[in-house]
């Protein structure tokens, strides 16, 4: 039997999650488990596990421990890099998402979505787009052979050649964060590729955020190598993330983190709630506890960065589910709209039932994510140099 290859945090993660540690106590939700924290060496192994009930430790005593091993830079971000988020942009893209009749994987649209979105993603990368190809066979159901079904309905092929849009920003080190967003659509039943499903919150409105994010970040030089992917086939059972996350994982990617952008821009009547999703059980265990104090500290920078409630929660159904299943440290972003938004998965999941302010918050809160979890070094734009300070050790 295979045993399941874990991805320990490198040398680097490993400081990273302890400064997280540091931010994330003050931010933890009630039911953590008692003994959530390990140190990790600088070889990524377990030092020792710090129980708090055992060692009765106080907040301030254990902060210092933890201070006392991590040796991280400290960085002060300025708000005004996260103000760059335009609202007017994120709009811009759902609107122009929206408009093609559907993102059906299996819709005759679909390649000239990918197209669109190559052009897009490279325009605000600054860097090159690897459009990854692979192929998806459906199995055969019942509505391949109901005649009425199939009239409104696009010939089903034995197979479709499927697209994932990858841009990477290179950083300093090979560790690596990867910002995802599936750019498919579709209608409540899943085998109809022909009728209308413009899909603005699902998910045109992860779309725009990751492109106005990777926009922002292309007037810095980062420390972690960012990955911004685009994938095709997630309402088909996440095709796209399975393809890429099995690339990577043969590729041996260092990846300390993955966040996923499903569903970011729809506020039930005004609400601010917003969802962060953490890794609880599913495949692997072990990396449940990296996944709940980086969880724990984006919620501290929500408070800091934008208006919005954050609720903490487990993981659903969506594009990091494959990335888990390899061990690896996931995160997701979620409005919530699978269970408020009755919009979803009809033909009425239009631009105008979405929250431009909130949109505007959820993209802040993850460009404030990746600044405050990465080593900012330098700008190439000298309008920003003076709004951030690096300070090395």
């Known amino acids: 039997?295979?045993?399941?290859?874990?991805?320990?945090?490198?040398t680097h993660t490993a400081i990273i999650f302890l400064s997280l540690i540091i931010f994330a106590l003050t931010n933890l939700p009630?039911?953590?488990p008692d003994n959530l924290f390990i140190l990790m060496n600088r070889n990524?192994?377990?030092?020792?596990?710090?129980?708090?009930?055992?060692?009765?430790?106080?907040t301030a005593s254990f902060i210092q421990k933890i201070t006392a091993k991590s040796d991280a830079d400290s960085i002060i971000i300025s708000n005004r890099i996260v103000d760059e988020v335009h609202p007017a942009n994120l709009e811009k893209t759902v609107r122009e998402l929206s408009s093609f009749h559907?993102?059906?994987?299996?819709?005759?649209?679909?390649?000239?979505?990918?197209?669109?979105?190559?052009?897009?993603?490279?325009?605000?990368?600054?860097?090159?787009?690897?459009?990854?190809?692979?192929?998806?066979?459906?199995?055969?159901?019942?509505?391949?052979?109901?005649?009425?079904?199939?009239?409104?309905?696009?010939?089903?092929?034995?197979s479709y050649n499927l697209k994932n849009l990858v841009c990477e920003k290179p950083g300093?080190?090979?560790?690596?964060?990867?910002?995802?967003a599936h750019y498919d659509s579709r209608m409540e039943n899943i085998n109809n590729n022909?009728?209308?499903?413009?899909?603005?919150?699902?998910?045109?409105?992860?779309?725009?955020?990751?492109?106005?994010?990777?926009?922002?970040?292309?007037?810095?030089?980062?420390?972690?190598?960012?990955?911004?992917?685009?994938?095709?086939?997630?309402?088909?059972?996440?095709?796209?993330?399975?393809?890429?996350?099995?690339?990577?994982?043969?590729?041996d990617v260092d990846l300390d983190l993955l966040i996923n952008l499903d569903m970011v821009g729809f506020s039930s009547q005004g609400s601010n709630d917003f969802l962060i999703e953490y890794d609880n059980g599913n495949v692997v265990q072990d990396n449940d506890r990296y996944s709940l104090v980086v969880a724990s500290f984006i919620k501290g920078v929500a408070s800091k960065y934008t208006n919005l409630n954050t609720i903490l929660g487990v993981l659903g159904n969506s594009d990091y589910l494959p990335f888990e299943a390899l061990g690896y440290t996931v995160?997701?972003?979620?409005?919530?709209?699978?269970?408020?938004?009755?919009?979803?998965?009809?033909?009425?999941?239009?631009?105008?039932?979405?929250?431009?302010?909130?949109?505007?918050?959820?993209?802040?809160?993850?460009?404030?994510t990746i600044l405050n979890l990465d080593k900012l070094i330098t700008s190439s734009n000298p309008d920003y140099a003076p709004l951030f300070l690096v300070k090395i050790q």
Not at 347 to 366: A, C, G, Q, R
Request: aromatic share 8%.
């Open 194 to 251: 022909t009728a209308r499903a413009p899909g603005a919150d699902d998910n045109a409105s992860g779309v725009s955020a990751l492109l106005e994010v990777a926009r922002i970040l292309s007037n810095f030089s980062v420390y972690h190598s960012i990955i911004f992917v685009l994938f095709s086939g997630e309402e088909q059972g996440k095709l796209g993330s399975t393809h890429y996350a099995d690339y990577i994982d043969k590729k």
């Open 331 to 368: 995160i997701g972003f979620h409005d919530d709209g699978v269970t408020k938004n009755l919009n979803h998965h009809t033909m009425t999941d239009t631009p105008d039932i979405l929250n431009y302010e909130y949109l505007t918050s959820t993209t802040k809160l993850v460009l404030a």
């Open 102 to 158: 559907t993102r059906h994987t299996e819709s005759e649209f679909i390649d000239d979505v990918a197209y669109w979105l190559t052009e897009k993603l490279q325009s605000v990368c600054g860097t090159d787009v690897y459009v990854q190809n692979f192929t998806y066979t459906p199995e055969k159901t019942n509505d391949d052979n109901d005649s009425d079904v199939n009239s409104n309905h696009r010939q089903r092929p034995f």
């Open 44 to 58: 990524g192994h377990e030092l020792d596990s710090i129980n708090l009930v055992e060692h009765n430790l106080s």
């Open 172 to 180: 300093s080190t090979n560790n690596t964060i990867i910002i995802s």
């Open 30 to 32: 009630d039911n953590l």
């Open 1 to 10: 039997m295979n045993k399941k290859k874990l991805h320990y945090p490198s």
